[in-house]
């Protein structure tokens, strides 16, 4: 991982305080399976110093110019997957 990618990471609202089992249980189901609403994670992200970091990593998934896996499942930079699918296809287009 690269030093930029891990500063962000550091800073993030979202990092585990403790990493015990339940507050790892609850980060995930705040952001993997809060879906249609993902209400407490739009909060959390919201407040999140990390957000343009993360939204950036998000999209490059999801491009799939970063990593060559599956499009990212989940909530990340304050977005769901459809809207990320929006914000990129935005951003392709230069608005
Ligand atoms: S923007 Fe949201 S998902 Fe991304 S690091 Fe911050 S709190 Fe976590």
């Known amino acids: 991982m690269k030093p930029a990618e891990v500063a962000w990471r550091n800073r993030a609202a979202c990092r585990p305080k403790h990493g015990h089992v339940e507050e790892i249980r609850e ?18 992200c919201a407040g999140c110093p990390s957000k343009g970091g993360c939204l950036d990593m998000a999209l490059a998934h999801d491009a799939g110019t970063d990593w060559e896996v599956e499009k990212l499942q989940g909530f990340f930079g304050g977005m769901n997957q459809a809207e990320r699918a929006a914000e990129l296809q935005r951003r392709r287009s230069g608005y």
């Open 27 to 44: 980060l995930h189901r705040i952001f993997f399976d809060s879906a249609p609403h993902w209400t407490e994670a739009k909060k959390m």
